[in-house]
């Protein structure tokens, strides 16, 4: 089946630094790729849409210049979190899009566990 | 390696209980969770089962058996709203989830 990797999967950082979290879909191409952040017992907090070779559409209240996201090939999309601080500690997930004529199927990644200390 | 089974797609009938299990086989376990996912929005989480036994939260209810790497999740009183998929994921050893492909629930009048 279809498989995203993330990478790092648990990172500890320093408030004021950045951190960049890697999306992979490994054996498809994904047109649409979508960055997802999570609080324990909560539902997924969609904070953009990336679509390959184009800006990210983020959600209202989401900093996009706070959360960079660029999607460089239709395998890859990263986001980096910029001067991060610990609010932003949390469980970011992505998930890429795979187009199935009018429907599509949606596959997600294993998370990333941001610490900012 | 890591694997999360589900059923592809389901089909019920409005008003009635339907049961969508979910079995795995990961490395650790720090935690299952179950979502809705209505394609073009962000899944909802419905239950997060850490402990053996039965989570009830109004119509849904998951159930978990560490032991035997399985759990369901319960659906009564199904309404046309309930169509969705709904993910099944593991938070493994390395606090990583797990995903299952989802099972799509058709509601049916």
């Known amino acids: 089946g279809a498989v995203v990797s993330q990478h790092p999967s648990w990172v500890i950082c320093k408030s004021g630094t950045s951190v960049k979290i890697e999306c992979r879909s490994l054996?498809?191409?994904?047109?649409?790729m979508f960055w997802y952040r999570q609080f324990p017992k909560q539902s997924l907090m969609l904070m953009a849409t990336s679509n390959e070779g184009s800006k990210a559409t983020y959600e209202q209240g989401v900093e996009k210049d706070k959360f960079l996201i660029n999607h460089a090939s239709l395998t890859l999309s990263t986001l980096t979190v910029t001067s991060a601080h610990p609010e932003d500690s949390s469980f970011y997930i992505c998930?890429?899009?795979?187009?199935?004529?009018?429907?599509?199927?949606?596959?997600f990644g294993p998370g990333t566990r941001l610490t900012v200390t | 390696g890591q694997n999360i089974d589900q059923p592809t797609e389901m089909t019920a009938t409005e008003g009635a209980i339907v049961q969508i299990n979910c079995t795995y086989q990961?490395?650790?376990?720090?935690?299952l969770f179950w979502y809705q996912h209505h394609a073009g929005e962000a899944p909802t989480f419905l239950s997060n089962n850490v402990l053996d036994g039965l989570e009830e939260k109004g119509r849904f209810s998951s159930f978990l058996s560490r032991s035997k790497g399985y759990s369901y999740l319960l659906l009564k009183e199904l309404q046309m709203k309930d169509s969705a998929s709904y993910l099944c994921a593991v938070l493994d050893s390395n606090y990583q989830l797990i995903w299952g492909a989802g099972t799509k629930l058709i509601i049916k009048p």
């Open positions: 998930s890429a899009r795979v187009d199935q004529g009018a429907a599509y199927e949606q596959y």
């Open positions: 054996d498809f191409q994904a047109t649409t």
């Open positions: 990961t490395s650790g376990f720090n935690g």
